[in-house]
């Protein structure tokens, strides 16, 4: 579903990315980690375009995204991202949140968008909310907004920039928990994470990355028991043993 | 000790009035139409299509520059001839009012321009991303996503700038147009009262402006507790 192709990209001589190489096929749910400015924040943005890349070439469900000619938006609208800062609208309330981009994305009438908000809140456990603003919301509750507010897209994968990062810790698990039934039900899924528990429990793959390169590419039992790099290692030591 | 004398003010009220309306006039238009001309401004300053950007810094920096008052007169010295020329409009035809409308509208815009910029990075970028990652368009994501957080933030300065422009439309009298401060002037003029006339309109000034400038105060707190 997503095949990356050699992706570099730099900031004048500050190399970001170097030969990103790997592929996400369906229902599958890569958690990619690494240390921080390691590049893995910007290698999923390429995969819908927010970040521009200098080579190599990224395919998504047979779309090229480096391509000039491709329809950017029309693919972004394919494919569900959620940020770390949430970055709900705050000027709309928390039903508008969902409807707005199926209706004006979509052109999906104002009833349907919002029946299909009102569902998707209800599986987030929201629906009492659909009338507040984002302000009114706690870290937790505006990111269980924003994912159900990717997924009222129909997206056919679903990419995660650090959704937990900026929560307090007992928000955490709120969100994971959402995000793990997503898993389970055979979502496509891309998380940039340090949840290390999270990817034991749904990933597919891990992959691990440090100075812009993919170091490990593999199963999660292989990248738990036995990473190979060791820069991987030491990552794992640092963050597992608190 | 000088001798007031208030009793032309009364007789007045009547031609004050319209020349009020002119004033108002002027500064509503200039409002409006420095706004739009103003957003468009700041969104090619912001662009990343090099002559665009280019185009509305120097756009900026040229009516930053000189003084409103000379803007003005080359509008009304220049610019009916050149309407008349285009449009073939018969000779003398009084196009005063719409000259000067049309000298404040372009002058402040490169202010509301420069307001509105502002208005816009003051929005975080991960909303530009949000919305795009949805699938909306650039222009999609500026108008239902970042400009109306843009402009609530800035609705007290851009009033402020209203207020600011209502002031200046004092300065039509360069074209013997005879807005509120004209129309006083002529007034004190003729009846050898200009001390008089020139006190009360600026009490009126004072007043409207004042007033205007606390609401938009009021409007700021209750925005900053929202």
């Known amino acids: 579903m997503i095949t990356m192709n050699k992706v570099s990209k730099h900031y004048g001589a500050f190399q970001v990315l170097s030969?990103?190489?790997?592929?996400?096929?369906?229902?599958?749910?890569?958690?990619?980690?690494g240390p921080s400015g390691s590049g893995k924040s910007t290698l999923i943005k390429c995969v819908n375009g927010l970040e521009p890349f200098q080579s190599g070439?990224?395919?998504?469900?047979?779309?090229?995204?480096?391509?000039?000619?491709?329809?950017?938006?029309?693919?972004?609208?394919?494919?569900?991202?959620?940020?770390?800062?949430?970055?709900?609208f705050p000027h709309m309330s928390i039903i508008d949140n969902l409807a707005i981009a199926q209706i004006k994305v979509l052109h999906r009438g104002q009833e349907q968008a919002h029946e299909k908000g009102f569902k998707l809140l209800d599986r987030v456990g929201l629906r009492a909310q659909a009338q507040k603003y984002p302000g009114q919301l706690s870290g937790g509750q505006q990111?269980?907004?924003?994912?159900?507010?990717?997924?009222?897209?129909?997206?056919?994968?679903?990419?995660?920039?650090?959704?937990?990062?900026?929560?307090?810790?007992?928000?955490?698990?709120?969100?994971?928990?959402?995000?793990?039934?997503?898993?389970?039900?055979?979502?496509?899924?891309?998380?940039?994470t340090h949840e290390m528990g999270f990817a034991k429990r749904v990933a597919s793959r891990v992959i691990f990355m440090d100075q812009g390169r993919i170091v490990e590419d593999d199963s999660k039992e292989a990248f738990f028991e036995r990473a190979r790099s060791e820069r991987a290692q030491q990552f794992l030591a640092k963050i597992l043993h608190h | 000790?000088?001798?007031?004398?208030?009793?032309?003010?009364?007789?007045?009220?009547?031609?004050?009035?319209?020349?009020?309306?002119?004033?108002?006039?002027?500064?509503?238009?200039?409002?409006?139409?420095?706004?739009?001309?103003?957003?468009?401004l700041a969104l090619m300053r912001l662009s990343s299509v090099r002559?665009?950007?280019?185009?509305?810094?120097?756009?900026?920096?040229?009516?930053?520059?000189?003084?409103?008052?000379?803007?003005?007169?080359?509008?009304?010295?220049?610019?009916?001839?050149?309407?008349?020329?285009?449009f073939g409009?018969?000779?003398?035809?009084?196009?005063?009012?719409?000259?000067?409308?049309?000298?404040?509208?372009?002058f402040e815009a490169a202010y509301y321009s420069e307001i509105i910029r502002a208005g816009i990075q003051s929005v975080p970028k991960g909303q530009m991303a949000a919305a795009s990652a949805l699938g909306m368009t650039y222009g999609q994501a500026m108008r239902l996503v970042v400009l109306p957080q843009a402009f609530r933030n800035m609705v007290p300065l851009l009033l402020t700038q209203g207020i600011i422009l209502f002031?200046?439309?004092?300065?039509?009298?360069?074209?013997?147009?005879?807005?509120?401060?004209?129309?006083?002037?002529?007034?004190?003029?003729?009846d050898g009262r200009l001390v008089e006339l020139l006190l009360f309109a600026g009490a009126v000034y004072f007043v409207i402006c004042f007033t205007a400038s606390r609401i938009v105060r009021h409007y700021q707190s209750k925005l900053r507790t929202a």
């Open chain 2, 1 to 40: 000790m000088y001798d007031f004398d208030w009793s032309s003010v009364p007789n007045a009220l009547p031609f004050l009035w319209d020349g009020m309306k002119i004033s108002l006039e002027i500064t509503v238009s200039a409002v409006l139409f420095g706004i739009v001309w103003g957003t468009l």
């Open chain 2, 167 to 190: 002031q200046d439309t004092s300065l039509v009298y360069v074209s013997a147009l005879a807005d509120f401060f004209g129309a006083a002037y002529k007034v004190g003029d003729r």
């Open chain 1, 143 to 192: 990111q269980r907004v924003a994912i159900a507010r990717a997924l009222a897209m129909d997206p056919i994968c679903m990419l995660f920039d650090e959704p937990t990062s900026a929560l307090d810790p007992e928000m955490v698990n709120e969100v994971l928990d959402v995000m793990t039934e997503l898993a389970q039900e055979g979502m496509t899924m891309m998380c940039v």
């Open chain 1, 19 to 33: 030969d990103c190489t790997t592929q996400v096929h369906k229902g599958e749910v890569i958690v990619v980690c």
């Open chain 2, 51 to 86: 002559f665009l950007s280019w185009f509305a810094a120097g756009y900026v920096n040229l009516f930053r520059a000189v003084p409103l008052v000379m803007v003005l007169l080359w509008f009304f010295l220049i610019v009916p001839h050149l309407l008349e020329s285009i």
């Open chain 1, 57 to 88: 070439e990224i395919i998504v469900n047979g779309v090229s995204v480096g391509d000039p000619k491709t329809d950017l938006s029309k693919l972004r609208s394919t494919v569900g991202m959620v940020f770390q800062n949430f970055e709900l």
């Open chain 2, 89 to 106: 409009f018969p000779r003398g035809t009084d196009m005063r009012l719409s000259s000067a409308i049309a000298g404040f509208a372009l």
